[in-house]
Nanobody
Framework: QVQLEESGGGLVQAGGSLRLSCAASGRTFPRYAMGWFRQAPGKEREFVAAISWSVGTTYYADSVKGRFTISRDAAKNTVYLQMESRKPEDTAVYYC????????????????WGQGTQVTVSS
C-alpha cells in the first residue's frame, strides 16, 4: 500500500506563488507516474499535471500550462507542484495521486490518493 501526504496548501493572493509537496511512502513501486488533481466546490475533480517517475516526462492541463511546474525528487520520493501567477479560479482542494498506467490525465486510472490540501487564491 502506498501512502501519499500532501503539504504546502494555504491562502495566497492572486498573482502569488505557492509550492505543494507530496511525499510517498510504503510500497511505492510499481509506479508509472504521479499526478496532481484539483477539485473546486461543486465541480468535478480535474487533472492538473503529472510526471512520469522514471523519465520525468511532464503533462499539464491547458489551464495551468506556463504557470504551474511539476517536478520530482526521486531520493525523497516526493513530487512537487510549483504554482505561479495564481488566479482565483485555481482555488480548490489539490490531490496527489499515483498510477501504474500511462493514462495520466484521467483520475480513474490512479490507484492511490492523498487526503488533499486546500489552496485558496484571493482576488
Amino acid at each position: 500500500q502506498v501512502q501519499l501526504e500532501e503539504s504546502g496548501g494555504g491562502l495566497v493572493q492572486a498573482g502569488g506563488s505557492l509550492r505543494l509537496s507530496c511525499a510517498a511512502s510504503g510500497r511505492t513501486f510499481p509506479r508509472y507516474a504521479m499526478g496532481w488533481f484539483r477539485q473546486a466546490p461543486g465541480k468535478e475533480r480535474e487533472f492538473v499535471a503529472a510526471i512520469s517517475w522514471s523519465v520525468g516526462t511532464t503533462y499539464y492541463a491547458d489551464s495551468v500550462k506556463g504557470r504551474f511546474t511539476i517536478s520530482r525528487d526521486a531520493a525523497k520520493n516526493t513530487v512537487y507542484l510549483q504554482m505561479e501567477s495564481r488566479k482565483p479560479e485555481d482555488t480548490a482542494v489539490y490531490y496527489c495521486a499515483s498510477t501504474v498506467t500511462t493514462v495520466v490525465r484521467t483520475s480513474t486510472f490512479y490507484n492511490n490518493w492523498g487526503q488533499g490540501t486546500q489552496v485558496t487564491v484571493s482576488s
